[in-house]
């Protein structure tokens, strides 16, 4: 009995030996970090109906209408939901809890200021309303904090949860787009949405599981669940229209920018790097190393690059709309690669902005 216990032991212990050295033997190998090139960004012209998704290990870009979506449901541990900022998308929370109590005489007076054009012509009224100082909570925070977004954290207690009336931005044409009424709950660990006109047409109601391999996912009001981003450690940075806050006086209220982009929050870093006055930008560009990568801090918010790495002309003397000249970035992936990024171009020939280019090169 010993003997064969003995024997049986010595036989579990040799397959285990054979499956590791033919693990040693037969490696995983990856695809190594693509090298460096040139990315025309196809954000669409002028209008920039689209958001485009980079991954520069792979050299690829995705390319994604961006009224595609309404809601984007974190997939981290929190219970957080985004709006799509690219739409210029705005959230106002009632003081209700239950769905069926909401209608549209909730909604008496929002029309005249639930929109970016009324809260930015709100500056210009002769007495300042006093829900202007309250408009930077209807959008989410445009670090992409998920502790402050405008629709709140969910809540296991069905009495923290309130309805928002979500006025859901504008069309590629500029149109406005309609408004609905939406609470969101929890249903063990996924999410609960119900969701309708503001009259209650057109209501729906479904549970949203967490996928693991994306930061999001996205919910289309009209088409219920939608692919949008890449998986998390499929790309770096984006092309998009965003809704950032813009101090004008005592306030910051929302405004819509276009020639924007974004970090992915999945362990993407970047860093700035001004040059001096007078240097040449692609020397400098150039002479950048590895070694300079390393002495550098990193910041990983998602509007790090924003809107900084262009101008617009406005009535300040010698502006002029176009790409910086005293800047580059440095990117850092969740692999650990360094990429140096240059902005090369954001205007066609006929001087149209929505033609964004960038050169990149891997350190």
Do not use: H
């Not at 405008?150 to 406005?176: C, K, T, W």
């Not at 002495?295 to 690059?305: D, L, P």
């Not at 502006?319 to 970035?329: A, C, E, I, L």
């Amino acid at each position: 009995m010993r003997r064969s216990i003995f024997s049986l032991f010595t036989f579990l212990v040799s397959i285990i030996l054979l499956v590791s050295c033919s693990a040693d033997e037969d490696p995983v190998v990856l695809p190594p970090p693509f090298v460096g090139g040139t990315i025309d960004a196809e954000v669409g012209g002028e209008d920039q109906p689209n958001q485009v998704y980079i991954d520069l290990s792979g050299n690829s870009t995705t390319v994604i209408p961006r009224d595609t979506w309404d809601l984007g449901f974190s997939n981290a541990e929190e219970f957080r939901v985004v709006l799509n900022s690219s739409n210029a998308m705005l959230a106002y929370r009632l003081e209700k809890t239950d769905f069926d109590q909401v209608s549209p005489a909730d909604t008496i007076g929002l029309g005249a200021k639930l929109s970016l054009s009324a809260i930015f012509g709100a500056l210009f009224s002769t007495v300042t309303p006093p829900w202007l100082s309250e408009t930077s909570t209807w959008i989410d925070y445009p670090t992409r904090d998920l502790t402050r977004t405008a629709l709140g954290e969910i809540s296991e207690d069905p009495a923290q949860n309130f309805v928002y009336v979500i006025n859901r931005g504008r069309n590629i044409d500029n149109s406005d787009k309609d408004w609905k009424k939406v609470l969101i709950s929890r249903n063990g660990s996924s999410y609960r949405i119900r969701y309708s006109d503001i009259d209650g047409g057109n209501e729906n109601e479904m549970d949203i599981e967490k996928a693991g391999n994306f930061n999001f996912s996205f919910l289309n009001f009209d088409q219920g669940l939608v692919q949008v981003e890449p998986q998390a450690d499929s790309w770096d940075l984006a092309f998009t229209t965003w809704t950032e806050l813009e101090g004008f006086g005592t306030d910051s209220i929302p405004y819509f920018f276009k020639d924007y982009v974004i970090l992915n929050s999945f362990g993407v870093e970047a860093s700035e790097v001004l040059i001096d006055s007078g240097a040449v930008l692609i020397e400098k560009f150039n002479e950048f190393s590895s070694e300079d990568a390393l002495g550098i801090n990193y910041a990983s918010r998602v509007n790090f690059i924003g809107a900084g790495w262009r101008t617009v002309a406005s009535p300040t003397p010698g502006s002029v709309t176009g790409v910086r000249n005293d800047r580059f970035y440095v990117i850092k992936d969740p692999a650990g690669n360094y990429y140096k990024l240059l902005f090369t171009k954001m205007l066609n020939n006929s001087g149209q902005r929505g033609f964004p280019q960038i050169l990149f090169d891997l350190l």
